[in-house]
């Protein structure tokens, strides 16, 4: 086995399985030739993308926490090998349903290995290396998304889809290599019994929180439109978040200490999260629209536009954790969170005016922008914490994206649908007027992000969690 330092190996194994988990944003490529394969439609070929962010947005903060109390090895032991076999099933899948359950298991999965990756890494790593760390572990999975679309564009036309999910599957395995370097940081025995009532609640409410987030009704995909499905899962969720709130304070032993919300740094480094995620998802939203709509360019010019944010993502995502590093500056995250809410303002004010080519300046720029900021948001969130409430961190990150995303989507969507009627899909004036429009607003959001930033914004003092050094 190769002799790497505990640092090291708790790093791959965490890049390993962030790479693994992120795979899930490329397989995105091949859903309309499984839907064909199957003969489903638009609709219902859906199911194969939001089984897997349903699933994982129900399970994410449960598992979190389970880390905490249980270890993070042991549940990015049983991530990795539950990952694995969902990849297995997906590509054995003998019909439609098989494959959505196969997602929906690769959803726990993934879940499991993403917040026991974080966790680890910032038990790990101390301030002065884990903005680092952060990055790299962001980089990784900004490079297992952007490599799984290549694998499934270049081997679905030949082979088939099935053989993408066989090729994943031993992939998150790999990153057992790293596992007895991350039982170090395991906790010991428990002392209490495990809060099996608040776990159920809690399962419940994020259950109902991401069912309530898609669109599973007649009619048109809006909320407006599906209020008779929208409402009563809003209510559903908020009925169980009493319920595990109420349960939570007559428990000796909680499952989450609530107290941690009283955390004015982790909570507005939590809020801000969603905030620079929704204008990232927003914007990737938007995109596709400005080029084949308003510019009138084939669809592969959205791909190569896409990509080039995607890379400078990955760029961004490291320098971020080097600049953290090294500087400590309070400035950092506040000046992050600006430059991507002034890089979309900018985009919005030059995408009328100038060719093609011309946006990928303002592109790249976007990229490297949103790559910093959420390296240095992440670092804040676990290091925000105790070391054993860190897995619980991990999940409120996830949380938070999510919610954000759905959030940026809606934004994009109801502001440019005021200058394109409905079905004018040959309406480029009114396609580019209502995209400069989206993103100028999705900008004004992450400048208003900034607020919390500063409220978050890392100090130069020693890091009371700091991880023992490595040997």
């Known amino acids: 086995m190769l002799k790497l330092s505990d640092q090291r190996a708790v790093l791959f194994a965490a890049g390993v399985g962030n790479f693994a988990v992120m795979t899930a944003f490329g397989i995105s490529v091949i859903v309309p030739t499984i839907s064909a394969d199957f003969g489903v439609d638009v609709n219902r070929a859906g199911l194969i993308v939001n089984a897997y962010f349903l699933v994982l947005t129900a399970v994410v903060l449960l598992v979190g926490r389970l880390g905490d109390l249980l270890g993070q090895s042991r549940v990015y032991l049983v991530g990795a090998i539950l990952l694995a076999a969902a990849f297995l099933l997906a590509a054995l899948a003998r019909d439609f349903w098989h494959l959505v359950l196969a997602r929906a298991i690769q959803g726990i999965a993934a879940a499991m290995v993403y917040t026991a990756a974080l966790a680890a890494v910032g038990h790990a790593f101390g301030v002065g290396r884990r903005g680092r760390a952060i990055g790299i572990l962001t980089m990784a999975g900004a490079l297992g998304s952007l490599a799984t679309t290549a694998l499934a564009s270049a081997v679905t036309p030949s082979l088939g889809w099935r053989t993408v999910f066989l090729l994943l599957t031993p992939l998150g395995l790999v990153g057992l290599v790293g596992l007895p370097s991350l039982r170090r940081f395991d906790p010991g025995p428990l002392t209490h019994r495990l809060d099996l009532g608040g776990a159920f609640w809690l399962l419940l409410t994020f259950t109902f929180f991401a069912l309530s987030l898609n669109h599973f009704h007649d009619g048109p995909e809006s909320f407006v439109d599906g209020w008779t499905y929208h409402v009563p899962m809003h209510l559903a969720t908020l009925a169980s978040l009493a319920m595990f709130v109420w349960w939570e304070g007559r428990v000796k032993a909680p499952l989450i200490d609530l107290g941690q919300f009283r955390n004015r740094r982790f909570s507005a480094a939590v ?32 791909g190569v536009l896409l990509m080039t944010l995607s890379a400078c993502n990955t760029v961004g995502s490291l320098l971020g954790g080097v600049i953290l590093d090294r500087t400590r500056s309070p400035l950092l995250a506040p000046a992050g969170i600006m430059a991507l809410g002034l890089g979309l303002c900018a985009l919005g004010l030059v995408a009328p005016f100038v060719p093609f080519v011309g946006l990928f300046p303002v592109i790249g720029f976007l990229g490297l922008a949103m790559g910093g900021y959420i390296t240095v948001n992440n670092t804040t969130i676990v290091g925000a914490v105790a070391p054993d409430q860190r897995g619980f961190a991990s999940g409120m990150e996830q949380v938070s994206r999510h919610l954000g995303h759905s959030v940026g989507v809606a934004l994009a969507g109801a502001v440019m649908s005021l200058w394109v009627a409905a079905g004018a899909a040959q309406d480029a004036t009114g396609y580019m007027a209502g995209f400069q429009a989206a993103v100028i607003a999705l900008g004004a959001v992450a400048l208003a992000g900034a607020v919390f930033a500063t409220a978050h914004a890392p100090r130069r003092r020693p890091d009371p969690f700091k991880a023992p050094a490595a040997d």
């Not at 905030?275 to 669809?299: D, K, N």
């Open 271 to 302: 809020v801000a999260n969603g905030i620079a995620h929704s204008t990232m998802m927003g914007s990737f939203f938007l995109l596709p629209f400005l080029v084949e709509r308003g510019f009138g360019l084939p669809t592969a010019q959205t």
